[in-house]
């Protein structure tokens, strides 16, 4: 097998190898982790998480390696690679904290009252595979794995063969605090690899984008296994009269060109307004013009490098597009190659037709468009008027005003006064509708999603129980009486 070799993405140097997995290494990483599953499943839940626990404390005990590693393979900045570490910790702190009531058994009606009774419990799928990005390596291939593992199954990791190195960073932490290494395999390679790893499993959790997804869900579904799948999105944010225009600049500075725009909730169409767009236009590009960029591990640089060159040219392609259809350049939609060969400047352009791919496609890199529009009306529709469904943002002078516009959006998520804060609200599900994918992260949801309901129903054995009730039904005038117990059990509030 060639080694997959890892290159930084602004130095160009090696920042590692790794070893792709033929079909006869996915097989076998896949069977030992079955095996080592049946273990693992046989544990309670306060057994299992004092290895997570101990994960917790040791990345951020030692967060320096991990910012490394992040930094080496994705050319982010210091700050970005922190956030991963900083959203892993908080999402290993909620399900431990909560996992163990979110999976409990629950006790149910059964099918008669009194003499039946029903349990919900949650069983684990087995093998969960996750298959996940580049653009938070660290994050999207440990902290899915968390819940997984504490809901009692082994997992499967095939990470982006572009950033390979934080995963396996992320896996050998969990092994140093304890976790059998079979139970979190891993495998690398490209999609063939991907495509290969879903015949093995028992479940599959997909993130990257949305033409990627629509193949792993046709996958999966010959297969007959549950998927959940977290695709791309094309983000609007909606500032009314009204709003603070201040904090709504910080935070479509941070929701638009921090990881370089590279972030799945990025915002990437802004909709203001009329009467304060040109106030606003002009404030966004002024700040977005101060962004320092870079690659270092300095905490001062606000900007990293995008994933690589042939990034850089599709996010230039959506800007020569935008610009040749009549865009107008507020700031950037130029290329930094004295930083490093995948740099583009934060770029914020008006007047972007609405068929260009600016506007329909998701760019992935540090570009918004603003359009001004005459009314909440307008604004609601044109952010509504696309494929994806993934997040949003609203920014309004009254709470009131801004629950309502959120409620009109059809995005999985909305920030009101924030743009990227959903994804370490964990308490509450993320994901997207529309072609923004399919289930959701964090919250119940997110650890539920890892396993199948199983319904346990118990017959008291009076007179043959349950089973006996139907055929003792002989004639009209038992019917009847069956039918008349019917009605009055509508009317009994406590048996209902
Ligand atoms: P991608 O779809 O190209 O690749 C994602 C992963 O799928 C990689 O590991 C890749 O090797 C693998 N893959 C490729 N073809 C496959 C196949 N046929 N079968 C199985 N696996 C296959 O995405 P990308 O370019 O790595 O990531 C960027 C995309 O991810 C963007 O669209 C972004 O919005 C999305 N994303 C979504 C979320 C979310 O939570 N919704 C989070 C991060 C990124």
């Not at 549950?226 to 009314?240: A, D, R």
């Not at 009204?242 to 904090?247: F, I, V």
């Not at 990293?304 to 350049?329: F, N, P, Q, T, Y």
């Not at 959006?409 to 006064?417: L, T």
Request: with cysteine; aromatic share 6%; hydrophobic share 40%.
């Amino acid at each position: 097998m060639v080694p997959i070799k890892v290159h930084n993405p602004v130095t160009g140097e090696l920042a590692g190898t790794v070893i792709p997995a033929s079909p006869s290494d996915l097989a076998s990483t896949a069977s030992r982790a079955r095996q080592a599953q049946e273990r693992w499943t046989k544990l309670s839940f306060r057994e299992r998480a004092r290895f997570i626990s101990s994960f917790h404390d040791r990345i951020l005990d030692r967060p320096d390696p991990i910012l490394d590693t992040i930094q080496l393979e994705t050319g982010k900045t210091r700050r970005d690679a922190f956030a991963e570490v900083v959203s892993v910790a908080g999402t290993a702190r909620y399900y431990l904290t909560h996992g163990e009531s979110i999976l409990a058994g629950r006790r149910r009606r059964g099918a008669v009252p009194i003499v039946t009774s029903s349990v919900l419990e949650h069983r684990p799928h087995g093998v969960v595979g996750l298959i996940t990005p580049w653009n938070y390596p660290f994050i999207l291939s440990i902290a899915d794995a968390l819940p997984a593992l504490l809901a009692g199954n082994a997992v499967v990791l095939k990470p982006s063969e572009l950033t390979p190195l934080s995963a396996v960073l992320g896996r050998e932490l969990l092994v140093e605090s304890g976790l059998d290494p079979d139970l979190f395999g891993i495998v690398h390679g490209g999609g063939d690899v991907g495509g290969e790893l879903i015949r093995h499993v028992d479940f599959i959790g997909f993130t990257g984008g949305s033409t990627t997804g629509r193949k792993v869900a046709v996958a999966a579904a010959e297969r007959l296994i549950p998927c959940s799948l977290e695709l791309g999105g094309k983000n609007p944010m909606i500032v009314l009269k009204g709003a603070s225009l201040k904090n709504a600049a910080i935070g479509l500075l941070s929701g638009a060109f921090s990881n370089a725009g590279q972030t799945c909730i990025s915002v990437e169409r802004v909709y203001v307004e009329a009467s304060i767009f040109e106030e606003f236009s002009r404030m966004v590009s002024e700040e977005a013009r101060k962004l320092k960029l870079g690659w270092s591990r300095s905490w001062e640089l606000d900007m990293g490098s995008l994933i690589h060159s042939a990034h850089a040219d599709k996010v230039m392609g959506h800007i020569e597009e935008a610009v040749e259809g009549g865009a107008r350049v507020l700031s950037g939609a130029v290329r930094r190659p004295d930083i490093g060969p995948a740099f583009v400047e934060p770029t914020v352009l008006t007047h972007v037709s609405p068929r260009a791919s600016m506007a329909t496609q998701e760019t992935f890199g540090p570009v918004i468009s603003m359009y001004p529009v005459e009314s909440v009306h307008e604004a609601v529709v044109m952010a509504n008027d696309t494929n994806y469904g993934l997040n949003a943002s609203v920014w309004a002078g009254r709470s009131d005003e801004a629950m309502a516009v959120a409620r009109q959006i059809h995005a999985g998520s909305v920030g009101i006064q924030s743009t990227l804060m959903i994804y370490n609200a964990f308490d509450v599900p993320m994901g997207g509708m529309k072609i923004s994918g399919i289930g959701r992260r964090h919250g119940e949801h997110g650890m539920l999603r890892y396993t199948q309901e199983q319904s346990i129903v118990t017959s008291f054995s009076m007179a043959g129980g349950y089973d006996a009730m139907l055929p003792k039904i002989r004639s009209q005038r038992v019917a009847d009486a069956v039918l008349k117990m019917v009605r009055l059990w509508r009317r009994i509030p406590g048996l209902r």
